[in-house]
Nanobody
Framework: QVHLVESGGGLVQSGGSLRLSCAAS????????MGWYRQAPGNQRELVAG???????HYADSVKGRFTISRDNAKNTVYLQMNSLKPEDTAVYFC????????????????????WGQGTQVTVSS
């Protein structure tokens, strides 16, 4: 089973930057999409940024020009660089991988539909 572990969250002042990391515990050999979502209190979880297996990216309108998603296949890690942060970016940020295949500890391949990380808190003060 693959686990995702997010890190890099914290408290930052408005206008500051943070870089979130999401590391997969197993070796993911193929996937359809990876994404970062966020959920603020009282709000639904929303897609912030996504990257497809071919490398194409897409962003929520609210973060375009400020956030950048990237991945390092060798490290099984996806990143979210967040610049010019605003108080409205305050939320718990979750990493997700969709429709992926990974190598089990026994050396076999297995496919799963989706997996989520536990989330990391980002707080932007005004």
């Amino acid at each position: 089973q693959v686990h995702l572990v997010e890190s890099g969250g914290g408290l930052v002042q408005s206008g500051g930057s943070l870089r979130l990391s999401c590391a997969a515990s197993g070796t993911i050999v193929s996937f359809n999409a990876m994404g970062w979502y966020r959920q603020a209190p009282g709000n639904q979880r929303e897609l912030v940024a996504g990257i497809r297996s071919g490398g194409s990216t897409h962003y929520a309108d609210s973060v375009k020009g400020r956030f950048t998603i990237s991945r390092d296949n060798a490290k099984n890690t996806v990143y979210l660089q967040m610049n010019s942060l605003k108080p409205e970016d305050t939320a718990v940020y979750f990493c997700n991988v969709e429709q992926f295949t990974y190598i089990t500890p026994w050396g076999t391949s297995k496919s799963e539909f989706t997996v989520w990380g536990q989330g990391t808190q980002v707080t932007v003060s005004s």
